[in-house]
């Protein structure tokens, strides 16, 4: 009998300036942040969480999973009525959110662990201050994950943690059961992405056999799967935002809670459930870190090109920098170019995934996303130089 | 199927991105089983292609850059007629070029009844932006007026053609330059150049050139190259000396195609600043040299690259910005090269030529 455990991703990111060598003013894009928030807010969050509210209400046994980055929550500052339908949503007993990194940031691969502790301490910190409960399952960015990270994880108390279901760590086994690290107990929590991207990416798309998905016919395939849970794992901008209205998404998750308890065999389980109700089938062993990013599944999208890597290594050494002084302003502004997205525009891998790194970025080229986030690097650096 | 073409430029005599052109396009055809009969003026050499030198004009060599005005409109008179006396009767289809050799095509179509293809590389409002030729503006009108089927080296210059010539966007193709980049290669790196490569004329923004070196001089040490001729070389050289940076600054002035190569190959940054381009076939050759390309973002050459960056071409700062990075940070310039070199091993004259062919079956259907 599997249990349908859905996971919904919700961040906006801290987008640049195309900060020059002659530039000497802030460093984010504050007008393009508000207006892009403001147009996914219209979009996707009042509406995506107008209809869960409704459908909870609606279906005492739906049950429905988020995590919101530190990030997404200060900009909200700016949209209280987003903040709003997520407070309410989390009154609901039957929605859970999940730990991150504050900044939605790829602090875990930093060969000093402690900013990466220290950022999901933060955001700890700001998921109690707007009231809203975190439970003990973690979500890195980007589902990064590795038998480091889990361990660190584990060691701070997380009994659970998400990632990819990868074929190449899986083998012959299946996504759809809890699985643990090799010598560690924390239970692991798999993305069917076969299942998650029918709805994330190939809803819309016409040249997709199974197009028009409905939510029947969907249902049904949960229904012929075997194991314990299929995860549903995904951006909460899936709805409205990267799959537009006109698409259908919503009037398919309208019906996806109805069509699913037709069939007996099937329930909805929160990932804090899944951990309490199924047991470890085994081993996952993730030696190098994984992700739930392009065709890879690794951290190319990030980390694949020269000028990332540049990047990455300059960040963490600016970071050294800037945590020997005493100056709050550009430690904060230092923990903004943390976030993975900044590193997302610079990658260059040029078939089907280069797809996906246009549609996101905020700049004309990769070339144009390292050259502002070098150069504001290299400002900040400045900064401290002159503030000896 | 026989071609007529009806050619100006041919290497090794290169003023503009034609003679290029024709020279791939006619080899690449001819590979493809297309019979070229080329007519030119100064004769040429390639292999596959029947050239036919036509003499009896009147001026006979077309090798000063600087040709122009009544000079240059005596030639293309003269050049037209002989046309229309040389060109045999024997083809299938009649290719123009621009509108120099449109009016003989013009009436060599009148006369065998044959379609007339036209390729339009550029057009009076690129070269002459702030103030046209009525007189070419009127020629090209005609010839596109005229023309069976068109073909544009890019969609700004579809654009064009259907904005300021009112041309029917249903006979206009787009089919982009490409490149042959065995022919080029790669030198050593390690003098920090940044290369300027055209016409020094209003259109292709040498002045901003200047104004960027200055920019970037203030923070890194490079060499700045100008290699071309035109009529604002004395300009630029005085305005390069006012500037104070003329230590740093070298004009070539006009060089031949292997001096080019050797240039592209040792340089790290290709700057095209400018005001209108059509194409710009130049960015593809610094791709396939491994230097880093800066476009204007008018230029048609940035509809078919992603391995380069643009830059609107009045803004220097953020063209300064662009070079200082380059040559600074080693990793965004192999990246850079990488993929760009990457990028236009899949630009080929051949995938011109099948679909030049492809236009040629349709206007004679």
């Given at each position: 009998m599997p249990s349908i455990c859905m996971y919904f991703e919700v961040h906006q990111p801290m987008r640049l300036k195309?900060?020059?060598?002659f530039s000497d003013d802030s460093y984010f894009d504050n007008e393009k942040n508000t207006g892009i928030f403001n147009r996914v807010a219209d979009k996707c969050y009042l509406p995506a969480n107008r209809l869960l509210l409704q459908l909870l209400d609606e279906h005492p046994d739906f049950k429905i999973s988020f995590s919101l980055t530190g990030i997404f929550l200060e900009q909200c500052s700016n949209f209280p009525d987003v903040l709003d339908s997520f407070k309410e949503l989390s009154k609901k007993k039957n929605v859970e959110f999940l730990s991150e990194t504050y900044y939605h940031?790829?602090?875990?691969?930093?060969?000093?662990?402690k900013e990466f502790l220290e950022q999901i301490k933060e955001h700890e910190n700001i998921m109690k201050e707007i009231g809203i409960k975190i439970s003990k399952v973690f979500r890195n960015t980007e589902a990064l994950y590795s038998n480091e990270i889990s361990e660190l994880i584990e060691n701070i108390g997380y009994e659970g943690i998400i990632t990819e279901g990868w074929d190449p760590i899986l083998g012959w086994r299946s996504p759809n059961h809890i699985y643990k690290r090799p010598e560690g107990n924390i239970k692991i929590l798999l993305r069917n992405y076969k299942m998650s991207d029918d709805l994330?990416?190939?809803?819309?798309?016409?040249?997709?056999?199974?197009?028009?998905?409905?939510a029947d016919r969907y249902s049904k395939w949960l229904s012929l799967c075997e194991g314990d849970c299929v995860n549903l794992f995904m951006?909460?901008?899936?709805?409205?935002?990267?799959?537009?209205e006109d698409t259908g998404i919503f009037s398919f998750l309208r019906h996806f809670p109805n069509e699913t308890f037709h069939y007996d065999n099937l329930n909805f389980k929160l990932p804090s459930e899944l951990i309490q109700t199924y047991k470890a089938v085994g081993d996952y062993d993730v030696v190098w870190p994984i992700s739930?990013?392009?065709?890879?599944?690794?951290t190319s999208a990030w980390l694949g090109n020269e000028m990332q890597k540049a990047c990455f290594k300059e960040l963490q050494s600016l970071g050294e920098l800037i945590k020997s002084k005493n100056n709050e302003t550009l430690l904060k502004e230092w923990k903004l170019m943390t976030s993975s997205d900044h590193f997302h525009y610079m990658?260059?891998?040029?078939?089907?995934?280069g797809d996906v790194h246009k549609y996101f970025?905020?700049?004309?080229?990769p070339y144009d996303a390292f050259i502002a986030y070098m150069n504001i690097l290299q400002n900040m650096k400045y900064k401290i130089s002159k503030n000896k | 199927m026989k071609i007529a073409m009806l050619g100006i430029e041919f290497p090794p005599k290169i003023l503009v991105g034609v003679a290029v052109h024709s020279y791939y396009l006619t080899k690449n055809l001819a590979s493809n089983n297309v019979t070229i009969d080329l007519y030119l003026p100064n004769g040429g050499h390639c292999q596959g292609v029947n050239i036919?030198?036509?003499?009896?004009?009147?001026?006979?060599?077309?090798?000063?850059?600087?040709?122009?005005g009544n000079t240059l409109f005596s030639f293309i008179d003269s050049y037209n007629s002989a046309l229309i006396k040389n060109?045999?009767?024997?083809?299938d289809i009649i290719h123009c070029h621009d509108w120099i050799t449109s009016s003989a095509g013009i009436e060599i179509k009148n006369r065998t009844k044959k379609p007339m293809v036209l390729t339009i590389h550029s057009t009076e409002f690129d070269r002459s932006p702030i103030n046209p030729w009525e007189y070419i503006l009127k020629k090209e009108k005609i010839a596109i007026d005229n023309a069976d089927e068109i073909i544009a080296v890019s969609s700004k210059t579809k654009n064009t053609l259907i904005d300021r010539?009112?041309?029917?966007?249903?006979?206009i193709n787009v089919i982009h330059n490409a490149i042959d980049h065995k022919s080029f290669y790669t030198g050593k790196k390690d003098k920090k150049i940044v290369l300027f490569l055209g016409?020094?004329?209003?259109?292709?923004?040498p002045e901003f050139f200047l104004d960027i070196a200055k920019k970037v001089l203030d923070y890194e040490d490079a060499k700045f190259i100008v290699v071309g001729d035109g009529y604002m070389l004395p300009e630029l050289i005085n305005k390069a000396i006012d500037m104070g940076i003329e230590n740093n600054v070298t004009f070539t002035g006009f060089i031949s195609d292997e001096e080019a190569k050797r240039i592209y190959s040792i340089s790290d940054v290709y700057v095209m600043p400018s005001?209108?381009?059509?194409?710009?076939i130049t960015a593809l050759e610094a791709m396939a040299s491994k230097a880093c390309v800066i476009l204007s973002k008018?230029?048609?050459?940035s509809e078919i690259v992603n391995h380069a960056m643009t830059c609107d071409f009045w803004d220097i700062d953020q063209m300064a910005n662009k070079i200082i990075a380059i040559l600074r940070y080693p990793c965004l310039k192999n990246c850079m090269n990488n993929n760009g070199l990457q990028e236009i091993k899949s630009i080929s004259w051949d995938n011109v030529a099948k679909k030049t062919i492809d236009i040629y079956n349709k206007v004679l259907q």
């Amino acid at each position: 009998m599997p249990s349908i455990c859905m996971y919904f991703e919700v961040h906006q990111p801290m987008r640049l300036k195309k900060f020059s060598i002659f530039s000497d003013d802030s460093y984010f894009d504050n007008e393009k942040n508000t207006g892009i928030f403001n147009r996914v807010a219209d979009k996707c969050y009042l509406p995506a969480n107008r209809l869960l509210l409704q459908l909870l209400d609606e279906h005492p046994d739906f049950k429905i999973s988020f995590s919101l980055t530190g990030i997404f929550l200060e900009q909200c500052s700016n949209f209280p009525d987003v903040l709003d339908s997520f407070k309410e949503l989390s009154k609901k007993k039957n929605v859970e959110f999940l730990s991150e990194t504050y900044y939605h940031s790829l602090s875990a691969l930093f060969h000093d662990k402690k900013e990466f502790l220290e950022q999901i301490k933060e955001h700890e910190n700001i998921m109690k201050e707007i009231g809203i409960k975190i439970s003990k399952v973690f979500r890195n960015t980007e589902a990064l994950y590795s038998n480091e990270i889990s361990e660190l994880i584990e060691n701070i108390g997380y009994e659970g943690i998400i990632t990819e279901g990868w074929d190449p760590i899986l083998g012959w086994r299946s996504p759809n059961h809890i699985y643990k690290r090799p010598e560690g107990n924390i239970k692991i929590l798999l993305r069917n992405y076969k299942m998650s991207d029918d709805l994330s990416y190939r809803f819309s798309a016409k040249w997709w056999p199974e197009w028009p998905l409905t939510a029947d016919r969907y249902s049904k395939w949960l229904s012929l799967c075997e194991g314990d849970c299929v995860n549903l794992f995904m951006d909460y901008e899936t709805f409205g935002e990267h799959q537009w209205e006109d698409t259908g998404i919503f009037s398919f998750l309208r019906h996806f809670p109805n069509e699913t308890f037709h069939y007996d065999n099937l329930n909805f389980k929160l990932p804090s459930e899944l951990i309490q109700t199924y047991k470890a089938v085994g081993d996952y062993d993730v030696v190098w870190p994984i992700s739930w990013a392009d065709m890879e599944r690794d951290t190319s999208a990030w980390l694949g090109n020269e000028m990332q890597k540049a990047c990455f290594k300059e960040l963490q050494s600016l970071g050294e920098l800037i945590k020997s002084k005493n100056n709050e302003t550009l430690l904060k502004e230092w923990k903004l170019m943390t976030s993975s997205d900044h590193f997302h525009y610079m990658c260059t891998k040029s078939w089907a995934d280069g797809d996906v790194h246009k549609y996101f970025s905020c700049f004309d080229t990769p070339y144009d996303a390292f050259i502002a986030y070098m150069n504001i690097l290299q400002n900040m650096k400045y900064k401290i130089s002159k503030n000896k | 199927m026989k071609i007529a073409m009806l050619g100006i430029e041919f290497p090794p005599k290169i003023l503009v991105g034609v003679a290029v052109h024709s020279y791939y396009l006619t080899k690449n055809l001819a590979s493809n089983n297309v019979t070229i009969d080329l007519y030119l003026p100064n004769g040429g050499h390639c292999q596959g292609v029947n050239i036919i030198n036509v003499k009896d004009i009147s001026i006979s060599s077309y090798s000063n850059p600087d040709i122009s005005g009544n000079t240059l409109f005596s030639f293309i008179d003269s050049y037209n007629s002989a046309l229309i006396k040389n060109v045999k009767n024997n083809f299938d289809i009649i290719h123009c070029h621009d509108w120099i050799t449109s009016s003989a095509g013009i009436e060599i179509k009148n006369r065998t009844k044959k379609p007339m293809v036209l390729t339009i590389h550029s057009t009076e409002f690129d070269r002459s932006p702030i103030n046209p030729w009525e007189y070419i503006l009127k020629k090209e009108k005609i010839a596109i007026d005229n023309a069976d089927e068109i073909i544009a080296v890019s969609s700004k210059t579809k654009n064009t053609l259907i904005d300021r010539f009112n041309a029917n966007e249903n006979k206009i193709n787009v089919i982009h330059n490409a490149i042959d980049h065995k022919s080029f290669y790669t030198g050593k790196k390690d003098k920090k150049i940044v290369l300027f490569l055209g016409r020094l004329v209003n259109q292709k923004g040498p002045e901003f050139f200047l104004d960027i070196a200055k920019k970037v001089l203030d923070y890194e040490d490079a060499k700045f190259i100008v290699v071309g001729d035109g009529y604002m070389l004395p300009e630029l050289i005085n305005k390069a000396i006012d500037m104070g940076i003329e230590n740093n600054v070298t004009f070539t002035g006009f060089i031949s195609d292997e001096e080019a190569k050797r240039i592209y190959s040792i340089s790290d940054v290709y700057v095209m600043p400018s005001i209108s381009e059509p194409f710009g076939i130049t960015a593809l050759e610094a791709m396939a040299s491994k230097a880093c390309v800066i476009l204007s973002k008018t230029s048609g050459v940035s509809e078919i690259v992603n391995h380069a960056m643009t830059c609107d071409f009045w803004d220097i700062d953020q063209m300064a910005n662009k070079i200082i990075a380059i040559l600074r940070y080693p990793c965004l310039k192999n990246c850079m090269n990488n993929n760009g070199l990457q990028e236009i091993k899949s630009i080929s004259w051949d995938n011109v030529a099948k679909k030049t062919i492809d236009i040629y079956n349709k206007v004679l259907q």
